[in-house]
């Protein structure tokens, strides 16, 4: 076990809807990173979080944003949800910038 | 033309096999290179983390790195049934602060008893 959680699990949501996906990361890890992975693909680097400010951003439209809280909790949100939003949506958390990433089971957000 | 590219299979070996798992990329500027295993419906699990060319050595896993070639190998000796799953190569920029992690495809390996 890699000591991040993420909630829920499974998630199904319609097109122009907004969702909130959580996780939970080790004591001590104040690096939180998020990635989508769509069916067939690797992940794809959505943004991270480091001591609750946002510290790096891939390819991904604004209506993708995040929060990290103190108590090493963060989450995503997705704004005005699109059909190609469907995918695996993975946290993975680190001790520090640059130390080595471990993932949560993810969240699989299907959008109809 | 993707960054990162790796067959995406899928593999089929019997078991105690030698498995070869390929990337090869296009950015001189990955530093850092890591292989995860991701069994289905999980996240990935990192398995090896290297930096300089050359291999290294995990217990059934050894980790190859040629970056003259930009080339990157896992080899999975005495293959198990339990090592059927979905293998990622993933690289990092070496900036400090640049987390992003580049990820291949990802290969599906099934080990058949």
């Known amino acids: 076990e890699t000591g991040v959680t993420q909630s829920p699990t499974h998630l199904i949501k319609t097109r122009g809807q907004q969702v909130t996906l959580r996780c939970s990361s080790q004591?001590?890890?104040?690096?939180v990173s998020w990635y989508q992975q769509a069916l067939g693909q690797g992940p794809q680097f959505i943004f991270q979080?480091?001591?609750?400010?946002?510290?790096g951003r891939g390819n991904f439209p604004p209506r993708f944003s995040g929060l990290q809280f103190p108590n090493y909790s963060s989450e995503l949100n997705v704004n005005a949800l699109e059909l190609d939003d469907s995918a695996l949506y993975l946290c993975?958390?680190?001790?520090?910038?640059?130390?080595?990433?471990?993932f949560g089971s993810g969240t699989q957000l299907s959008v109809l | 033309q993707k960054e990162v590219e790796q067959d995406p299979g899928p593999l089929s070996v019997p078991e105690g096999a030698i498995v070869s798992l390929n990337c090869t990329y296009s950015?001189?500027?990955?530093?850092?290179f890591m292989w995860y295993r991701q069994y289905s419906r999980k996240g990935p699990e990192l398995l090896m983390y290297?930096?300089?060319?050359g291999n290294k050595e995990d217990g059934r896993f050894t980790a190859q790195v040629d970056k003259s070639s930009k080339y990157i190998s896992l080899f999975i000796r005495d293959s198990q049934p339990s090592d059927s799953a979905t293998y990622l190569c993933?690289?990092?920029?070496?900036?400090?602060?640049?987390?992003?992690?580049?990820f291949g495809t990802g290969t599906r390996l099934t080990i058949i008893p």
């Open positions: 993975a958390s680190s001790m520090a910038v640059g130390e080595k990433l471990f």
């Open positions: 004591s001590g890890h104040n690096t």
């Open positions: 979080y480091y001591r609750e400010e946002e510290n």
């Open positions: 950015n001189s500027a990955f530093q850092y």
């Open positions: 290297t930096y300089s060319s």
């Open positions: 993933a690289m990092k920029l070496g900036n400090f602060g640049n987390e992003k992690l580049t």
